[in-house]
Nanobody, 114 residues
């Protein structure tokens, strides 16, 4: 079955950086685009970034453009989200997802606070 295991979250001060990882299994990872979503308390889940199956054509939500970078390593079945210049409004649970499938992982908590 599909498994998505996110890691790398934590508590960071404003202006800091984190790198999230998502290890995927249960499908042919290199054949599918992948996305990162986030859900802040009391808000709906939102799309943060996406990347094509071959690692090209990254796209980002306006709120994270210029600060976040999505990448992938198809040899490791892993997608990454490098987050720089973090802001308190980036606080959320972050999830990776294959947009063609309905499965979600458990997410990883990112908290940006001084």
């Amino acid at each position: 079955q599909v498994q998505l295991v996110e890691s790398g979250g934590g508590l960071v001060q404003p202006g800091g950086s984190l790198r999230l990882s998502c290890a995927a299994s249960g499908f042919t990872f290199s054949s599918y685009p992948m996305s990162w979503y986030r859900q802040a308390p009391g808000k709906e889940r939102e799309l943060v970034a996406s990347i094509s199956a071959f690692g090209a054509d990254p796209s980002y939500a306006d709120s994270v453009k210029g600060r976040f970078t999505i990448s992938r390593d198809n040899a490791k079945n892993t997608v990454y989200l490098q987050m720089n210049n973090l802001k308190p409004e980036d606080t959320a649970v972050y999830y990776c997802k294959n947009p063609w499938l309905s499965d979600w992982g458990q997410g990883t908590q990112v908290t940006v606070s001084s």
